[in-house]
């Protein structure tokens, strides 16, 4: 039976809070949100001024690298992608070339949602090598896999959220190739255990590993994890390395078999929004716009989040508490649990403003509603094709200038 909307309050005291979340979503997988991770725009504003970037550009494929861990506070709009590198640009110049253009990639995957909607969520592309199609194992999602390398990715996935990049290319690289899963299954499980969890850069990197988003499938070998990796890794394992080859030897020995000609695949674009009407009354905060300082509060409407279990209740413990950190730093801002539409229904009958987003489940959720989809921060105004958005090269060409001064 479903339970009616609830208003709650959280806990300024962080330790209940978290133990308010572990209540509130007892179903939630995984730990509690543990150091040095914690939500909200304060915390977002210190990783960022503590970022740098020429140790990054130099580090960055190191996993002691000197990454910035801004993506889940990206993710969640602690931060927007134009104040993110406006800040960089302000205290680097062109020293934060390479930083900028990371950040980047989340603007070009995003803008890659918006247009092809959840077509994302399937090859984009033919693969250039055959894929496999094995079902996920449960054996990964243990991390028994018996390679310490791919074991230690899991188990620091499930209990912190949050893996370097490189990581992340070689356990997809494992899966894909090695295993011959079934890309969009084992996708759909990583950005379920992410902190930073976000459908267009989780599926949309996974299929660049996978070929179907890219030029070539991604391969590494055991001397490419040990350059990036460090040598911890392979002095505790005691299986043979299925890595140990040069790229020419693994080559031959995962694919093996030649590519048919595949008809064209096509892309599903958005549908039109529909006009809102009437007076604006409330703002509807979502999982993007987790900020006290979002444009959108400066209209002066009650405001109004909710922890909807249908919307939530996969996410993993650690990241319903993020999001609730965040919420604690906006004390104007209802917090409600229940169903998104019944609550949104039961403040206003007017016209509900919130950010745009690509987020089916979001828009599916208050599809019924008097919505006012306001767009979110842009980091560029450059207008993109649909064949430059199917390579970072293309998009990168278009807007490099506007964000390189």
Sequence with gaps: MTQPPTRI??????????????????????????????????????????????????????????????????????LSLPETVADVRARFGKRGHKLIAELAYRDYFRQGWYRFGDAIMQPMEQPKVVLG????????????TGLVC????????????????????????YVIHWLKI??????????????????????LSWQWIASSFSSKPYLFNKENLLKFGGESW????????????????????????AVGDEKPITHQLHPPKSSPKGVATLVWVHDEMLSPSHALSAFNLPALFVFDPALYQAWPLKRLQFMADCLAEMPEVEVWIGATSQ???RRTQGRILTQD?????????????????????????????????????????????????
């Design 133 to 144: 199609s094995q079902p996920m194992p449960d054996f990964i999602a243990q991390g028994f």
């Design 182 to 203: 079934d890309w969009r299954q084992a996708a759909a499980w990583f950005e379920s255990q992410l902190l930073d969890g976000n459908i267009a850069s989780n599926h």
């Design 9 to 78: 309050t959280l806990a300024s005291d962080r330790y209940e809070r978290l133990a308010q979340i572990r209540d509130y979503f007892p179903q939630a997988a995984g730990p509690d949100l543990s150091p040095p991770w914690q939500g909200g725009r304060l915390a977002a504003l210190q990783r960022l001024s503590a970022a740098n970037a020429e140790e990054y550009a130099r580090t960055r494929n190191q996993l002691s690298g000197a990454v910035t861990g801004l993506s889940p506070y990206l993710r969640h709009g602690c």
């Design 234 to 257: 392979c002095r505790q394992c005691r299986v043979r390395c299925p890595f140990d080859a040069s790229y020419e030897q693994l080559q031959q020995q995962l694919f093996t078999d």
């Design 150 to 173: 791919m074991d230690d990715i899991v188990h620091q996935l499930q209990k912190v959220g949050y893996v370097h990049n490189h990581a992340r290319m070689w356990f997809a690289a």
């Design 357 to 405: 987003t690509p987020q089916k489940a979001l828009k599916q959720a208050v599809s019924e509603l008097n919505m006012e989809w306001r767009p979110e921060p842009q980091l560029t105004a450059a207008s993109l094709s649909d064949h430059q958005l199917m390579r970072f090269s293309r998009y990168w060409k278009v807007v490099e200038p506007t964000l390189i001064r």
């Design 343 to 345: 609550v949104l229904a």
